[in-house]
């Protein structure tokens, strides 16, 4: 293997293409690299909104957006870029929230991570956490109810996983067997709560099987394969009609909470050894490397995606800002 990488390298799944391996790659190079230009964007005072970023924890967000089909709908929350780019969603949309435009998907009124895109069945992001698990089992027994081979999906992270909403929501999609997958992010923290200070078992897995008897499988959320591959599975068996699944990916934050928080409160060997070996794009990197592909290769494709952002980020600066005008559009009804 050539030197520059020293991380692990993801597990083999062998049922995984090299087409789809290069387009996860392509999906957590994006999110990475587009995150860090927004932090840098949101250092520079640009970004009217604060920044949830999801370093670390790409694979998860970029196999679980990929597992998708065309007509199912997804509900990510704010560490998800990836499935939102995965679901054709554009670099440059991404960077008109973040910048406030005026054609942006909220029209300038976000400047974060809140919004969806209804022509692409991507829900917009509700910051209530919890919330977005009974609308995703809503859409779910629509689509059930209406006869449609569609899936719904959704995200949280283990400290989310205490909101009674989630609960509620995963009880009721098991009783109604709805065609819903949720993901579950587990990284180990809620904001700077290790999640061993809140809850004594801290296995989702366990809970979810043993609370509320839903097949739940728990997955290395840094490897991008056995995340898609995991997925997958969840969404076809849906799919084929035989309920709802969750899918526990076990990963960390490469850093704090959001753009103002350090992280100060995390373990700095952990963090270092995170960095170092389970790093989700180096460790897909790696892999890619083992199946055959070049240095070069592998180099290009991460230009490749420097230059995807840079294209999206000039084409987002190009757009208008949001008029002040048009404010309260939307917000009330239209006076008659
Ligand atoms: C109902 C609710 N309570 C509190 C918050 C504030 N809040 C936002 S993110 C967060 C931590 C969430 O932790 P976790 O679910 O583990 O996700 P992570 O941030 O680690 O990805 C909290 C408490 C909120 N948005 N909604």
Redesign the pocket.
Known sequence: MPEPFVTVPCIDVITVSHETRLALFRLVLLQRIAEERVIALYRQGKVPGSV?TGRG?EAVAAGAGLALGPDDVIAP???ELAAHLARGVTVADVFRNYLGKGDGPTRGRDGNMHFGKASHDVFPLV????DLCPLTVGAALAFKRRGEARVAMTF??????S?GDIHEGLNLAGVLHVPAVFVI?R?G???STP?KRQMLNTSITERVRGGWSLPCEEVDGTDALSTYSAVQAAVERARAGEGPQVIEAVTL?MGG?AAHDAGTYMDAAVKEEYAAQRDPVERLAARLLLSGLAVAEVDGLRAAAVEEVAAGLAEAERSPAADPATLEDGVYSQPV
């Open positions: 949830y924890q929350l704010n560490r910051s209530m956490l919890g949280w992270g283990d400290g989310a996983f909101v992010q990284n923290y809620a904001y999640t934050r909470h």
